[in-house]
């Protein structure tokens, strides 16, 4: 199922003192990342509990992993860099 569109759900963990500079990095990667080959979603949100949930779709998983050593991403990493308390967490699904 290697070319099976994926969806993945990753909840980042902003400390709660730095959540807007967080919100602005996410911002600023959204863009670049929604333009990768294979993205067909890509929504953070702001979860009740003071985390980002980010809900993603890729067409497949090689689309998944080109974006996961990509620049794009990388602008992501490097805005959330020292403001987070703890790592992302990351679940990958396969759709059926």
Not at 57 to 78: I, M, P
């Amino acid at each position: 199922m290697s070319g099976a569109e994926v969806t993945v759900v990753a909840r980042v963990h902003p400390d709660r003192e730095r959540v807007d500079a967080a919100v602005a990095a996410v911002q600023a990667a959204v863009a670049g990342i929604r333009a990768e080959d294979g993205c067909r979603q890509y929504d953070p949100h702001l979860a009740d509990d003071g985390t980002f949930v980010i809900v993603e779709r890729w067409a497949s998983r090689e689309a998944l992993a080109a974006h996961n050593t990509g620049a794009a991403v990388q602008v992501l990493r490097d805005g959330l860099a020292g403001l987070t308390v703890a790592p992302t967490q990351v679940t990958v699904a396969t759709a059926l």
